[in-house]
Every structure is written in C-alpha cells, then in structure tokens.
C-alpha cells in the first residue's frame, strides 16, 4: 500500500498529528495519555484495515483487466453494490462487454470480407479464362474471318461484364466502408425513374419490349436522387434480362400513409420459389440467372434502400412475371 503516495503521505500525517497531540496530552496527564495511545492504534488500526481492503478490491480491477488483455472470455458478475469502486468496476464491465462485441463484429467483418474476396476472385476468373483461351486461338492465322469477328464480339463482351463488374464492386465497397454521404432532399419520382431508365430504353427496344411509366407529374419523395435512381435502374435492368421479347415492363406509384410506394413488375419467367429469399444477398445466383449475372444489382438495391430507411420486396411467380416493391418513407420534422 505504501507504494501509493496518497496512502504514504496520509499515514505521515496522521503519526505525525498523533505525536503533537499525544505530547501536549502526556503534559497534562498520563493516564489520559494512555486512551490516547489506545485510541489512536485503534484509529490506525482502522484506517489501515479500510486502505487494505480498498487496494485489495483495487488489484483485483487489476488483474482482471491483465486477464481480459491476456484474451479470457469469462467475464465477470458486476458489483451491484454501492460506493465508487462498484461504479469503477460497472463501467470496467461495460467496457470490457462493449469491446468483445466489437471484436467479435470484427471477426464477423474479416469472415465477410474473406468469402467476398472469393466471390471477386470467381466472378472475374471465369471471363479472364475464357478471353485468354480466345486470345490463343486468334493467334492461329488460318482461322476464317467470321470465326476471328466471333471472337472478338465475344471478347469485348466480357471486357462490358468485367466493366460492369469492377464499377459496382466499387460503388459497393464505398458503401460498405460508409464514405457515402446520402443527401435528403426533395425530388421528383417521374424524373427519378427518368434517370434510372434512359440508358435502358435502347436495350429494351432491340428486346422490343413495351415499358410503361404511370407517375403524376406532381408526386414528390425525400432521397438522394442520383443513388436512389442507382437502385431503381439495377431493378428494371433485371426485370428487363428476365423479360423475353414482345414482353412488358411498367412502373407506376402509390401514395400510401408515411410513405410512397414505387412498383417495378414484368411479365417474364419470374422467380423460383426457393430462390425468392436470396435475390438480395450479394453474389447470389438463381436457377433462372443468366450467363452474365453476378449477383450484384439487386443486392446493390437493397443496401441503397436500406441506407436510406427505405424497403424493397421482391414477389414472384414461375412464368407469371416478377413485382419488386419500393417503400421510401416520407421526411419526419
């Protein structure tokens, strides 16, 4: 205890204030100056026993702190009791239960991160097997003109889907790692889908696909306008893949309560029952996915929704067509 300057310099002061009062107490009378000595190793006695048992509790905080840093899992019951010490030991315990969720978030993450990094490393794989094969063979001089034209096509193809791949895998790792501040502003639904859809219109054309818009000009919601029409356009692009040709595509919306309803929904092959409760998670292919998919928009989707306190449902019937159901909420003042 006397390694403590506190308990040092007190111990000196109360001798000290002892040995003044005894000496003016031994003038006045001896007998008075034994209580004195009496009361006095009683008081010491006291203090000293108090002190102990306090560094005592305090060096237990010790070396549960040492066993904690030493990676022990068990942790210990917290002291209900009163006084400071109980307080200190709460707060250890709180610190030390917030620290091993955080490590185990952490563990979570890296196992995340890990089965991702292998997803990244298949989806881009298989197209820089297949370009490499068909690089071989346009070497070969006597191959026809039309087979070279093939490959090439299909070369470039891929260089689109890798592309595509690599762009949303950095808008999604900027997602992930929270460097995206999302604006709340108030924007326009017809021009939203506007935005989300224009580069679509093309594709589905050569598709000869009917695409269909019921939005008053009127109807307004509160998101960020550029990434909201991010998720919007992943959704119709897949509704668009999955609908064969002469098929139909429409968005329309509904005011509903606290929130606005945006509908995307198409006449194509739907989706298999088993697959429903996964088109969200990243990387994930059905039975129906196409050659080219990854697995990546509708997860995309998902995520900027969620972000932004908004929903998305996916509804579906094998070859009665998809119905994906937006839910952005109105702004709270």
Known sequence: ??????????????????????????????????????????GFFVLWVGNALRYRKIATLSLYLKRVLNGERQLDIPDNAEGELSILRNDIYKLVTKLESQAELLLSDKAYLANSLSDISHQLKTPMTSMMVMTDILRDESLPPKNREEFIKSIQSQLKRMEWLLSSLLKMSKLDAGTIQFKREQVSVKALVKKATEHLLIPMELKNQTFTVDIPEEMNLVCDFHWTAEAISNVVKNCMEHTPENGTIAIYSETRGIYTQLVVEDNGEGIAPEDLPHIFERFYSGKNAGKDSVGIGLAMAKYILGIQSGQIEALSEPGKGSRFIFRLYHLVV
């Open 1 to 42: 205890m006397f390694r403590n300057k506190e308990m040092k310099y007190g111990c000196m002061a109360y001798v000290g204030v002892g040995m003044i009062c005894g000496s003016a107490v031994f003038a006045e009378s001896r007998m008075a100056f034994f209580w004195f000595l009496l009361f006095f190793a009683a």
